[in-house]
């Protein structure tokens, strides 16, 4: 199946349903239909390849509004569609389905005495990531602020300090979520425990509406972090050396090593606009002194194009991946890695850098997992594939027919890659019908089977059937 064939273009029912007039009625200005000035932009997905025609989009402001909406969708039989920021896409909500766009509900409210933060479901980390540095505190955020907070953690989470603390799902207290039977819940570690523990790792989608999120904040200030880049004629030389590094680096360094073309725009700096590069990225939690130690692994050995590592203010993280914040089409795919090989490196460099043409890809990162990633949290969660030492993500920006062509590109890729690779998937990192067809891949085996009673237990109906493939 291709992006293509997932992304609707079908027009939205004209002349709503009885249960779609019963509902706008309920929620005047929380719910919206084909007429209204607001249902195109409130239908809009980040990467611009899908787009959502739903009958009826629902902005709710409250757990209540969220459960009045499922009542009236569940009772009709309709599809419900789930959506904070857009990033992650999995369902396209089409003509007969209900889209909850979570993004009014963006309260954050942290408590440093306590090191926690509750985050509604439409907040972006950047809204957590202030009042926490205030506060002395890090949140686990991933790459980049611009996402949702909470989307990215019931995915899993996976940050720039995920080595030394963890995903952050593992650092959940509570979560509050609206099941397919329009009841609010808190679920915590001793209140409907399983499926507390089910959202943790599965609930994109797929289990209820999550409408906030309790989680515990980190002491982190500040950090040994940055770039290095290296030209891209360097990149095999690069991945073998990253991959001698890891051998000696310890929990508190959450690493990449990345390949990327950058694009020709003027928003890109001069230094690298349009060339591309080989770079070692990531952030350590200790000293300056030993931060200069562990890079000196690369400055000895070769003098970058561009050394950015240094002392670092965590409230600057997002300049570690400086991740694109404008909306644009293209696809993510990934794989996970329980080693860094030759055949790997040599792969990937040539899909970057040696085509006849420009490589469809902007990137192809490795990042390091381990740590205390591999250990069950305090209290086990979904999330599977915590033994695997190296997640692959591959991302390429594209429209039209050359969408299509990337796509195929990529498949190539995978089948390249295929007996290097565990066949296993970190599902944050998938969108659409890969993520779909690959749900399981992200769990293990005993915990798939369990996540799939959980749903049979929540969503009989199958209500939320535009998230995870648990049915």
Do not use: C
């Amino acid at each position: 199946m291709t992006i293509e064939t997932i992304r609707t273009t079908a027009e939205p029912i004209a002349s709503a349903a009885p249960w779609v007039a019963d509902l706008v009625a309920e929620l005047p200005g929380r719910a919206f239909t084909l007429n209204d000035p607001a249902y195109d932009e409130l239908r809009q997905v980040w990467n611009r390849a899908y787009e959502h025609s739903p009958a009826v989009v629902v902005r709710p402001a409250s757990a209540e509004d969220v459960a009045v909406a499922v009542g009236h969708a569940a009772r009709a039989g309709a599809p419900i569609v789930v959506q904070a920021t857009g990033h992650g896409i999995v369902g396209i909500a089409e003509r007969d389905a209900m889209l909850v766009i979570t993004s009014a509900m963006d309260d954050v409210v942290v408590d440093a005495e306590t090191w926690t933060a509750r985050i509604g479901a439409g907040a972006k980390w950047d809204k957590v990531l202030g009042p926490a540095v205030a506060a002395g505190l890090a949140p686990l955020l991933g790459s980049t602020p611009d996402v949702s907070a909470v989307g990215y953690t019931l995915g899993g989470g996976m940050g720039w300090l995920a080595r030394k603390y963890g995903l952050s799902a593992d650092h959940v207290r509570s979560i509050e979520v609206v099941t397919a039977d329009g009841l609010i819940r808190t679920t915590t570690p001793d209140d409907d425990a399983d499926l507390f523990w089910a959202l943790r790792g599965g609930g994109a989608g797929s289990l209820g509406v999550v409408t906030a999120i309790e989680i515990d904040l980190v002491p982190v200030t500040s950090m040994y972090a940055g770039n290095l880049l290296y030209p891209a004629s360097m990149a095999r030389d690069v991945g073998v050396r990253y991959r001698e590094w890891l051998d000696q680096v310890p929990e508190e360094l959450t690493s990449s090593v990345s390949f990327m073309n950058f694009p020709p725009f003027e928003e890109v700096p001069e230094p690298i606009r349009g060339r591309s590069f080989a770079i070692v990225r990531g952030a350590f939690l200790g000293s300056d002194a030993d931060g200069e130690r562990l890079l000196d692994h690369w400055r000895s050995w070769r003098t970058p194009v561009l050394d950015m590592w240094g002392p670092m203010p965590f409230a600057d993280v997002a300049t570690i991946s400086n991740d694109p914040l404008d909306p644009m089409p293209g696809m993510s795919s990934t794989e996970w890695l329980d080693a860094i090989t030759d055949e790997i490196i040599d792969t990937l460099a040539t899909a970057l850098f040696e085509q006849d043409g420009p490589s469809p890809l902007v990137f192809a990162e490795i990042r390091h997992a381990g740590g205390a990633i591999a250990r069950e949290p305090e209290y086990p969660n979904a999330y599977g594939n915590r033994q695997r030492q190296h997640v692959l993500q591959v991302v390429g920006v594209a429209a039209g027919p050359e969408l299509v062509l990337l796509e195929e590109f990529v498949r190539q890729l995978q089948v390249d890659l295929a007996p290097h690779i565990a066949g296993v998937a970190y599902l944050n990192f998938l969108e659409g019908a890969e993520k779909v067809r690959r749900t399981s891949e992200g769990f293990d085996r005993d915990a798939f089977d369990r996540l799939r009673l959980i749903k049979a237990e929540f969503d009989p109906h199958n209500v939320f059937s535009h998230g995870l493939a648990l049915v």
